[in-house]
């Protein structure tokens, strides 16, 4: 198991949206391939309402040992066959013959939609799986962005500005609410600036359907709230199938009449994409900025160039963006860690005091944003830091 399918299983609406899609395709006897293991509910439950077979076909041997289980498991072994390949452009018929399937479903969706290879997963099962009039899974897509702020300010009581110059796209984050989960007091001011703007939709439901490998589109994002703009967030929704309801992998709002609220981060299967900039900018409700969204066979991004006229006025800065471990950021915003580690700290000062008269001397190891050292210092102790830069130097030292 790993951690992409644990937040599958773990979102009951793409689930059961898969699971249903799985009981469309095996009505009336249909014959199914389902490519990956995902879930697991879509073959499972094809064999459960009456598919004559379902071709269950991974590339990782441990996974197709648990697809293996799993059908023993629920006594599915007369219908489901498993089978695994190298890729999925070995699934074909001989002879270059049209497919015999009645639908084909697939999890292996990324987070940003396409980096597992959905495009090309749908265009081959369009044409050397499918039937004539045969289903693919998910069927449509839309992909969705929009202008937001992340930045450091006061955490536990310390100026940490500073830190904002590490801002990383090579480990970034990718939940805004899981920045906002842990930032119990709003020090970080995590939060979106625009409403979502729509950038591409993806049509997966026929051959003819099907957009091309790569496509580029400007567009602008209306800015509705006052603040620095500093990174930008895309997600994406996804219709498995007809009369499915939509899966919003979006931010959380509240639900609407159409459609109910997205589900927290902990209970969504895919992250969303937040992409800091090499700016940040003074923006106020009104502007209009401006989105470069593309996509490849198996990539779809956003940027927001920077606006020369802003940065002349003096509203743009440019800050650096380092490469470094950024999970850091919602470590030193987690207003509970921080506090636990704070009170500890101060109560194995006085400890020490009271037994040995003198406050402690304080290692910081892999010091990081310097938070802990800096609040043993405020605790009474004489800290010193470790980082990753004071060690290497010390092995350099010692090596002559």
Known sequence: WNETLHRMVLDR???????????????????????????????????????????????????????DALV???????????????????????GGAAGSFDAVITEEIDDDLLGDGLLAMAR?????????????????????????????????GFDLRGFNAFRSNEQGWVDLEHIAATDAFRRQGARLLSAPVRLFDFDFSSGEALPPDAREAELFAEVSEPGLLNCVLSWFELEVAA?????????????SKLLPAPLPFTERAKRQQLRFLGYERAVRPGERVRLVARHGATSLEVEVPAD?????????????????????????????????????????????VQRHGRPPRVLDIGSGSGLLAMMAARAGCTARVAGLAAVTRGRRQARG
């Open 124 to 156: 081959h099962a369009h044409t050397h799986l499918l039937r004539p009039g045969g289903s693919f899974s998910p069927a449509r897509a839309r992909v969705f962005a929009a202008i937001a702020t992340v930045r450091v300010e006061e955490i536990s």
């Open 243 to 255: 009369g499915v309801p939509t899966i919003d992998l979006g931010p959380l709002r509240r639900a």
């Open 308 to 352: 020369a006229a802003a940065e002349a006025a003096g509203s743009l800065v440019r800050w650096p963006t380092v490469n470094t471990l950024a999970y850091h950021f919602p470590m030193i915003a987690d207003e509970g860690r921080n506090g636990a580690f704070d009170r500890a700290l101060r109560a194995a000062t006085r400890e020490h």
């Open 13 to 67: 609406r793409w689930c059961d949206a898969f699971c249903r899609a799985g009981a469309a395709a095996a009505a009336g006897g249909g014959r199914v391939c389902v490519l990956g293991l995902g879930s697991a509910v879509a073959a499972l439950e094809a064999a459960r309402r009456g598919a004559s077979l379902v071709l269950w076909a991974e590339r990782v041997t441990r996974f197709k040992e648990v697809a």
């Open 72 to 94: 023993a498991r629920n006594g599915a072994s007369r219908v489901v066959r498993t089978g695994r390949v190298r890729q999925w452009a070995e699934l074909r018929e001989p």
